[in-house]
């Protein structure tokens, strides 16, 4: 009996002496602010939660699948839903793009706050207010992806704590104007510019890095106030939370233009110019990590660290890749090919077919058509014959063979990829391009942009680690050059366009003037600097002209995906033409729906969930 009261007193003890242990799992916020380590993390982690609607990611994340829903390309991968979700786009819903992360930004304004209120005993002031001005840049950069796809948002910039009374009324807020919380962006900006330091790091936010968002964000505000207003109907809300007044767009081109010269007149950074053939020198620009000055911030990977991402592995080309599982998903348009101007200053349409269109244009090498071209389509695009690590990327969809008798030609088109034709020659090549087998290119191009070249990148162990770029130095000079073009100061329009266009090889009378320069060149620029860097779509939005690009109709030829497809030419005795290629253009095979845009995808539209909680919140236009 003695022996059982001493095991019960003991268990009881012990009960009591567990339930009273403090977990070991969790840091509280002041013991987070005693330790450096711990500080460091909690910021990178909140770097790493910056949203990115095309970013490369990693092993988890699938972000840049959407390069093929609504930039220049098309979904060559699986036959499976993601076929479904980007080639057969009949319509953009309604809250496509809808992003609206308030615990990320209750955990950014927590952060804030602590930073004195626990960190006073193991942080000095400045590193203080440099902590306190980066968590700040996070939150603005979560406003400015909110505002450009919701448009006005609450602007909540302090804890809000509910009190359990068991009225929530007071942590319900409305929105704010849309031009308030671009105000916003552009005032934070200028207050922590001087506090956040970090030099010219790359990826921890700096001074540099706060003008960029600010020549970003004071753009695209300056475009809505502006070309909003010329919509018929413009799409408003009674109470500004979409809509700025047209009134306004001098002022913010202004502020972008301003923002945008600190930066190139700074001399932190320089367009990078390291390698003497343009197109290589364009591919690298992106994608070097050694003395490239032209980049001002990145999502960083390290393969070194296990932080990779597996994107060479989904889109390299079809015969290069080195895993029998990598595959090649998003595949570039020949609109964008196409897009791309000659360095004769002509449009760059591909000669396909002779003067009078009674024949095709015969060339003796498969890459032959592509000569000439803008050096930014080589540093993006791969096409067919084009160099990539160290080999010639062969493409050829099948031969045409000359009927003498019908005076045409019947196009043949294997089964398999890497086969011959009877004449033992090549009939279809290892990366296609080819009609239906999934993952070879549909399209008749590959991707080089954010492709790694380095050995063993397209296999599940290797992987790679190329940065994410969200800002570098060619889009403060576009940027300027549109900021001053539409405040009529086509001086400096012309200033600051002309050292993309020089690197990208154009020279003498193909460079632009006062007289040459128009908006849809610039425009054009943008297109052909950025494409896949998570641009195109907000370009087109903030123009207010992605109704127009992709209006739905198949015969409009911007809302459809075009292909180009090379055959080798079979036709004896005709020494002209047999052996040589040919290119047939159509509409992309595996491309189904014309891309459908309509005025109420200008903003996304809230989800009922969200206005249940808060009736403060007023629906988006839509209809």
């Known amino acids: 009996m003695f022996s059982l009261a001493l095991v019960l007193v003991a268990a009881t003890s012990c009960r009591k002496n567990f339930l009273e242990l403090q977990p070991v799992s969790i840091v509280t916020d002041e013991d987070l602010w005693k330790d450096q380590k711990l500080i460091i993390g909690l910021l990178a982690n ?128 409305p929105r704010n104007k849309e031009a308030e919380v671009y105000d916003f962006i552009g005032s934070e900006m200028d207050a922590i510019k001087d506090d956040i330091a970090n030099g010219t790091s790359v990826s921890r936010a700096n001074k540099y890095t706060c003008l960029a968002l600010k020549s970003r964000a004071m753009l695209y505000a300056a475009s809505i106030a502006k070309y909003n207003a010329l919509l018929t109907p413009s799409i408003t809300l009674p109470g500004g939370e979409v809509g700025i007044p047209a009134s306004r767009a001098n002022e913010y081109y202004q502020k972008a233009l301003d923002a945008s010269k600190e930066v190139i007149n700074s001399g932190s950074y320089e367009l990078y110019n390291s390698n003497p053939d343009a197109g290589e020198n364009f591919y690298e620009a992106i994608r070097n990590k050694t003395g490239n000055k032209e980049v001002l911030f990145v999502r960083d990977f390290l393969t070194s660290k296990a932080k990779k991402h597996g994107f060479t592995y989904d889109n390299i080309a079809r015969g290069l890749r080195e895993d029998n599982l990598s595959s090649s998903s998003v595949t570039p348009s020949l609109n964008l ?9 002509t449009s760059g349409e591909l000669k396909l077919r002779n003067a009078g269109n009674t024949d095709y244009l015969y060339y003796n090498n498969v890459s032959d058509v592509f000569a000439g071209k803008d050096a930014r389509m080589y540093g993006t695009v791969i096409y067919p014959g084009a160099p990539f690590k160290g080999t010639s990327v062969d493409m050829q969809a ?46 008749g191009f590959y991707l080089r942009k954010y492709i790694d070249q380095g050995g063993g990148t397209s296999t599940r162990g290797i992987q790679s680690d190329v940065w994410w770029v969200w800002f570098r130095l060619s889009e403060m000079y576009l940027n300027a050059a549109e900021a001053a073009f539409e405040l009529g100061e086509t001086g400096q329009a012309v200033t600051y366009i002309n050292p993309i266009r020089q690197r990208a090889g154009f020279t003498g009378a193909n460079l632009y003037t006062t007289a040459t320069i128009t908006r849809d060149k610039i425009r054009a620029e943008f297109r052909s600097e950025f494409a896949f860097e998570d641009h195109r779509v907000w370009d087109l939005k903030r123009w207010r002209i992605a109704d127009k690009v992709w209006n739905g109709s198949a015969g409009n030829p911007d809302a459809v995906v075009y292909s180009l497809y090379p055959y080798r030419v079979i036709r004896p005795g005709d020494a002209a033409r047999d052996g040589k290629y040919i290119y047939v253009k159509m509409v992309a095979p595996r491309f189904k729906s014309p891309r459908f845009f309509q005025n109420f995808n200008y903003y996304s539209r809230f989800d009922q969930s969200i206005l249940n909680r808060n009736p403060k919140i007023v629906q988006n236009p839509f209809n």
């Open 337 to 345: 090919v196409e897009s791309y101007q000659n360095l004769d200053g």
């Open 46 to 173: 909140y770097y790493n939660r910056m949203p990115t609607d095309m970013g490369l990611t990693d092993q988890a994340g699938s972000q840049w699948r959407d390069m093929a829903a609504y930039d220049d390309a098309m979904w060559s991968g699986q036959t499976n839903a993601d076929l479904e979700a980007r080639n057969n786009i009949t319509n953009y819903s309604a809250s496509r793009w809808f992003l609206y992360d308030y615990f990320f930004i209750r955990d950014l304004n927590l952060a804030i706050e602590n930073v004195d209120k626990y960190g006073a005993s193991t942080l000095t002031e400045a590193q203080r207010t440099q902590l306190k001005a980066e968590f700040r840049f996070i939150r603005a950069y979560q406003y400015f992806e909110m505002v450009k796809r919701e448009g006005g948002v609450p602007l909540v910039t302090k804890q809000l704590i509910y009190d359990f009374s068991g009225d929530p009324t007071p942590l319900q807020q």
């Open 398 to 443: 099948g031969v045409a063979v000359w009927n003498a008798g019908s005076g045409s030609y019947t196009f043949q088109e294997g089964a398999d990829l890497g086969t011959n034709y009877t004449d033992g020659k090549l009939l279809v090549s290892a990366s296609g391009p080819h009609r239906s087998i999934a993952e070879v290119s549909n399209t």
